[in-house]
């Protein structure tokens, strides 16, 4: 896989469903275009893993010193939730009630497609997050990309 990439609004329907986006669906390989692991995000997101990203990631994961207490923690902490799902036979995905009043998702919600995963956010918190960090981005480009290239960083 190239990686993921895209936007794309969706609506949860009253149990929590969305339908999943036939563009998006069509950038994963044919393997994992099924089943996904639910997770919280590192913002007020939830992030969507591919089985196949999700093993690779876990994989990493697994090779963390759990004798030190930081690792321990941020293993839990990002585990903390993880939940196995599957496309139904519709094409949608059901997000558990716990994990959408956990980001406070409602009924408008974006997919934030890019590398190995797809975050879901509420669209209202979505574009308040870039609208914020729009003005910055200049300077974050600069401090992320600057050195691209450089043996250094």
Known sequence: ????VGEYEVKLDAKGRFLFPSHLRR????????????NKGFEECLTLYPMNEWEKLSDKLSK???FKPKNRMFYRLFHQGAKDVALDNA?????????????????????IAYNDRIEIW????????????????A?????VMGNLGDDNE
Do not use: C, W
Not at 1 to 4: E, N
Not at 122 to 137: A, G, N, R
């Open 27 to 38: 950038q994963l390989s044919p393997a994992s275009q099924e089943r996904f692991m639910l």
């Open 1 to 4: 896989m190239a990686g993921l």
């Open 139 to 143: 300077d974050l480009a600069e401090e």
């Open 64 to 66: 963390l010193n759990l």
């Open 122 to 137: 509420d669209k209202s918190k979505y574009f308040e997050l870039i609208e914020e960090s729009i003005t910055d981005f």
């Open 91 to 111: 094409g949608r995905v059901l997000i558990p009630t716990n994990h959408m009043e956990r980001v406070g998702l409602n009924k408008e919600v974006m997919l």
